[in-house]
C-alpha cells in the first residue's frame, strides 16, 4: 500500500482525489472487513496460547505464550474425539461414494423399468433433511440397538448408517449428471472388446470420474464433521464423542474454566480444514460459482 | 457377476464350444467372483446373526425387514436379472431403513401419544403395573439365594427346604441336580451357571442394580408371584396386589379395591380420575397438532418460535447476500491490487468450521469475561446471549460472520461472469450506477443465485448447530414450555421430543417434525418453479 501512495503522490492533485474516490476507499474498508472476518480467529489463537486456560483473562491478547493448553488437551479425551471423526467422516465419504457413484452409474448407463421415477423419487426424499425426523431416528436405533448393540445408540457404526441413509439422496443427482458427461461409446466399445460390465465400471468408469468422486467424498466428510444434532443423540458415552459433540460439552458445561483447552482443540482441529481450504482455494471457488451459473 | 460366466452357462446346449467357454469361464471365476462371494458371506453371516438376535428379543418387524432385505439382497446378486438393483441395493437399502423409513415413521408417531408413560404396548403397561405393585408376601419364608450368571443372563438360584431351584428373568423356577450348598444353605455350586462372587455385587453398580431389580417369576403363572432380593444373599416371594382381567380390561387393587379401567387415551384410570403412572400407545389422531395451537403453556411460545424461525432465516440469507454482495461488488474491480490477498482474508471464516465459530463466539459474547465486552464495549457487562432481543440479534451477527464468504465467493463467481458487453450498452444508453445495478447486474445475477438463496434459506430454517451452541435456545420465556427467545423450530422439537433426557413427547415432536416437512417441502416447490421462471429471463 505504500508504494501506491508513493505512485499516487506523483500524480496531480485533482487524480489524486479522483483516484481516492474511486478506488483508494477500497483499501481502508478491506482492512476493516479484514479485521471483521480475522478477529475472531486471531483471538482464539490467542487464548489457546494463553497461559491460564480460562476465559477471565483471555482478553488481553497474546499475554502470554504458552503451550500449557496443547498439552493438557493429551490429558483429556480430545484425540479420542479426533479419532472418532476421523472414522465416523472417512466412512461416511467412502460408503457415500461408492453407494452414490454405483447408483449414479445405473441411473446413467441402464435403461430399467422405474428409472424415471425412481430419479424423481431421489429428488424428493433429499428435500426433507433427515436431521428433522431425529426423533424416528431416535426411536429407530433404540429398537435396532435391542437387536444388534452395534447398531443402536452410542455406536459409531450406527451413526455411519444413519449418514449413509442420507447418501443417495444427496450424491447421486451430482454424480448422474457428471456420469452423464462420459459419452456412451467408450463403454460400448469396452463391451464389444469383451469387458464385464463389472470391469467397465470399475476401471474404465471410475478412474474417468475421480473429480466428482472427490468433490463427493470432501462433502461426505465435511458434512458428517459438521453435524451436531444427530451425533449428539446417537453418541452418549464421551469416548465415543465426535469434535462436535465433544467440544460443546467443554463449552457448555464450565465455559469459563474449559476456555483454554476448546481454545487450544479449536486451533488444532481447524489448522487442517484452513491450509486444505486455501491449498485448495482455486477449485472450491470455481465449484461454487460453476455449480450456481449453471443453477 | 460377469457376462463370460452368463455366456458358460446359458449356453453350453447351444454352443457346445467347450475350448472358448471354458477359457472365458476361467476368466470369470476370477477374483472379482471370490470378492462378490466373500462379501455375500459376510453379508449372509450377519444378516442371519441379525436375524436370530431379532428372533431373540421378539422384535418381528425388524425380523421381517431384515429378512426381505437379506433375500432381496442374495437374489439380486446371484440371478442374473436385475442387472441395475445390483448397483443400486446398498444405497437404496440405506436410503429406505434410516431416510424413507424415519420420514414414515415420524409420520405415525405424530399421530400417536408415544412419549414418557406412553411407551410400550398394552401388555407391558399391564406388567409394569403388577410388577410396581409387588411386594413381599406378609410372613414369608426368605430362602437362602445366590446370583448365578450364564454369559449375559442373571438368574437367582435358591434353596427351598434342601431342594436348589434356578430361574431367570425369563425362565420360571426350576429344580437343578447335583447343586451344592454351604453351612449357611446357600448354594455355592450349581451344575451350568457360574455362581456370582458376594464381592462382585459391591463392586459393580450396574450389577447391583441388575440384581436388586431382577424378579425371577415362580412359575408360568404371573399370580404366583416373584423371587425377589434385596442384598443378594436372600429372597423371599413377592406377589403384586393388583389384579389384571384381560376380558373386562380392568386392573383391581385388592388391598384397597379400586378398579382401573383401560381409556381410549392410553392409560388406566379409577373412577376417581386417578391414573395409573405408566400407560400405552394409542393413536390420537390430531391431538397433538391441535395441541401445538391450543395448549396455553406451548401454544404462545410456539408461535413466537415460528416466528423467530422464519425472521432468523429470512435475516439470515439477506444480511449475508447482501453484504456478501456488497463486498463482491467492492472488490470485483481490476484497479484494485492485491486482490488474491484481500479475497482471502475476507473468506476465512468460511474455512472455519461452523460449529467451532458459534462456540467461539459464545465465549467472546460472555458478559463478564467476554472479550467483545472487554475490548469494544469498554468493559461493560453487556448480556448479549441473556437478553431476549441482544441474543436474536447476536445470532444473527454470528451467523453473519460465517456465513456472508460464501456470498462473497458466490458474487464473485457471477459478477465475473456476467457479460461486459450488456453493461458497456447500458452505459452508453445513459444508465446511472444505481440503474445499471437494478435493472440489469441483480436480474441477471439472481438467476444464478436465488437457487442458492432459496437453498441456504431452507438450510437456516433447520440450522441447529448454530442456534444451539450459541445460545441453547435461551434466554428462556416465562412458563413451563421450556422454550426460549432465540429457539427456532428444530431447535424447539429437539428440546420437546426428550431424546437428551427428561420428559419425552415423542407424539408432539413428531408432530412439529410434520409441520417443518410441509413448509421445507412448499419452500422447495416454489423454488423448484423460480428457478424456471428466473431462467427464462
Known amino acids: ?295 | 457377476m460377469s457376462k463370460d460366466t452368463a455366456v458358460a452357462v446359458k449356453q453350453p446346449g447351444q454352443h457346445p464350444e467347450p475350448r472358448v467357454s471354458h477359457a472365458r469361464n476361467v476368466r470369470g471365476m476370477g477374483w472379482g467372483f471370490v470378492v462378490k462371494l466373500l462379501v455375500m458371506a459376510v453379508i449372509n453371516a450377519l444378516g442371519i446373526s441379525i436375524i436370530m438376535s431379532a428372533f431373540n428379543v421378539e422384535a418381528w418387524v425388524i425380523l421381517g425387514a431384515s429378512v426381505v432385505l437379506l433375500v432381496v439382497a442374495d437374489v439380486v446378486y446371484f440371478t442374473k436379472r436385475a442387472m441395475p438393483l445390483k448397483y443400486m441395493l446398498p444405497g437404496l437399502v440405506f436410503l429406505f431403513v434410516f431416510q424413507i423409513f424415519t420420514l414414515g415413521y415420524t409420520g405415525y408417531v405424530a399421530f400417536t401419544n408415544y412419549g414418557t408413560g406412553h411407551a410400550g404396548s398394552e401388555q407391558q403397561a399391564v406388567d409394569a403395573a403388577l410388577i410396581q405393585a409387588e411386594h413381599r408376601v406378609p410372613d414369608s419364608v426368605s430362602y437362602p439365594l445366590a446370583v448365578v450368571r450364564d454369559g449375559d443372563t442373571i438368574g437367582f438360584a435358591i434353596n427351598d427346604d434342601g431342594f436348589v431351584e434356578v430361574g431367570t428373568a425369563d425362565e420360571p423356577l426350576a429344580p437343578v441336580n447335583g447343586a451344592a450348598v454351604d453351612a449357611n444353605e446357600t448354594p455355592t455350586e450349581v451344575p451350568g451357571w457360574e455362581i456370582v462372587p458376594r464381592g462382585d455385587l459391591f463392586t459393580d453398580q450396574d450389577l447391583q442394580n441388575t440384581v436388586v431389580n431382577l424378579r425371577v417369576p415362580v412359575s408360568d403363572d404371573a399370580e404366583d408371584g416373584s423371587i425377589r432380593t434385596r442384598e443378594g444373599q436372600t429372597g423371599a416371594i413377592y406377589k403384586s396386589t393388583m389384579d389384571w382381567n384381560p376380558e373386562a380390561q380392568t386392573l383391581t387393587d385388592t388391598e384397597t379395591g379400586t378398579v382401573y379401567e383401560a381409556s381410549a387415551s392410553g392409560n388406566f384410570v379409577a373412577e376417581d380420575g386417578t391414573m395409573l403412572p405408566t400407560g400405552w400407545v394409542v393413536t390420537v389422531g390430531f391431538d397433538n397438532f391441535q395441541r401445538a395451537v391450543t395448549d396455553t403453556a406451548l401454544a404462545g411460545p410456539l408461535l413466537k418460535v415460528t416466528l423467530w424461525t422464519f425472521a432468523f432465516a429470512i435475516l439470515t440469507v439477506l444480511t449475508s447476500f447482501g453484504l456478501g454482495l456488497l463486498f463482491a461488488m467492492i472488490y470485483n474491480d481490476q484497479r484494485v491490487k492485491g486482490r488474491r490477498f484481500i479475497r482471502t482474508l475476507f473468506i476465512l471464516p468460511y474455512a472455519f468450521p461452523a460449529f467451532m465459530s458459534a462456540l467461539l463466539w459464545r465465549g467472546m459474547l460472555n458478559k463478564e469475561f467476554g472479550v467483545i465486552n472487554d475490548l469494544f464495549f469498554f468493559g461493560a457487562d453487556i448480556n448479549w446471549l441473556g437478553d431476549e432481543w441482544l441474543a436474536r440479534f447476536a445470532i444473527l451477527w454470528v451467523n453473519l460472520w460465517l456465513s456472508y464468504p460464501y456470498w462473497f465467493l458466490v458474487c464473485t463467481g457471477a459478477l465475473q461472469a456476467l457479460s461486459g458487453e450488456t453493461m458497456e450498452a447500458a452505459k452508453i444508453d445513459g444508465a446511472g450506477r444505481w440503474r445499471q445495478f437494478r435493472s440489469i447486474t441483480l436480474p441477471l445475477l439472481m438467476v444464478s443465485t436465488a437457487p442458492l438463496a432459496i437453498a441456504s434459506f431452507a438450510f437456516n430454517f433447520n440450522n441447529f448447530t448454530i442456534i444451539y451452541m450459541l445460545t441453547e435456545g435461551g434466554p428462556a420465556f416465562p412458563g413451563t414450555s421450556g422454550l426460549g427467545a432465540t429457539d427456532i423450530l428444530i431447535s424447539a422439537i429437539y428440546k420437546i421430543s426428550g431424546v437428551s433426557g427428561g420428559v419425552a413427547d415423542y407424539g408432539l415432536a413428531s408432530a412439529l417434525s410434520i409441520i417443518v416437512f410441509v413448509i421445507v417441502g412448499i419452500i422447495s416447490a416454489v423454488a423448484f418453479r423460480q428457478t424456471r421462471k428466473l431462467e427464462e429471463i
Open chain 1, 1 to 295: 500500500m505504500s508504494e501506491q501512495t508513493l505512485k499516487v503522490a506523483r500524480r496531480s492533485p485533482t487524480r489524486r482525489s479522483r483516484w481516492w474516490a474511486e478506488v483508494g476507499w477500497k483499501y481502508p474498508l478491506a482492512a476493516v472487513i479484514a479485521f471483521y472476518a480475522i478477529f475472531p480467529l486471531i483471538y482464539v489463537l490467542s487464548a489457546s496460547l494463553s497461559d491460564s486456560g480460562t476465559l477471565t483473562g483471555s482478553s488481553n491478547l497474546f499475554s502470554d505464550i504458552s503451550f500449557a493448553n496443547y498439552q493438557a488437551l493429551g490429558e483429556t479425551t480430545f484425540w479420542t474425539w479426533v479419532g472418532n471423526t476421523l472414522i465416523v467422516g472417512g466412512a461416511t465419504a467412502v460408503g457415500a461414494v461408492l453407494m452414490g457413484a454405483a447408483a449414479a452409474y445405473a441411473f446413467s448407463r441402464f435403461r430399467f423399468k422405474g428409472r424415471r421415477p425412481g430419479l424423481t423419487t431421489l429428488l424428493i426424499v433429499q428435500m426433507f433433511p433427515q436431521t428433522v425426523a431425529f426423533v424416528s431416528v431416535f426411536l429407530l436405533l433404540t429398537a435396532l440397538g435391542n437387536v444388534a448393540p452395534a447398531l443402536g445408540i452410542n455406536s459409531k457404526i450406527a451413526l455411519i448408517c444413519v449418514y449413509l441413509g442420507g447418501a443417495l439422496g444427496a450424491n447421486t443427482f451430482l454424480m448422474y449428471g457428471f456420469f452423464n458427461s462420459i459419452p456412451k461409446e467408450m463403454d460400448e466399445a469396452a463391451k464389444i472388446d469383451g469387458a464385464t460390465h463389472a470391469q467397465i465400471y470399475w476401471r474404465l468408469i471410475m478412474p474417468l470420474v475421480t473429480p466428482i468422486l472427490a468433490v463427493v467424498a470432501l462433502l461426505a466428510f465435511i458434512s458428517a464433521f459438521g453435524d451436531f444434532i444427530l451425533a449428539k443423540i446417537v453418541l452418549v458415552s464421551p469416548d465415543q464423542w465426535t469434535l462436535a459433540v465433544g467440544m460443546y460439552q467443554w463449552v457448555s458445561n464450565q465455559l469459563t474454566s474449559n476456555w483454554g483447552l476448546f481454545a487450544a482443540g479449536a486451533v488444532v482441529a481447524s489448522l487442517p480444514v484452513l491450509a486444505l481450504f486455501l491449498a485448495l482455494q482455486k477449485y472450491i471457488v470455481g465449484g461454487l460459482t460453476a455449480g450456481s451459473v449453471k443453477g
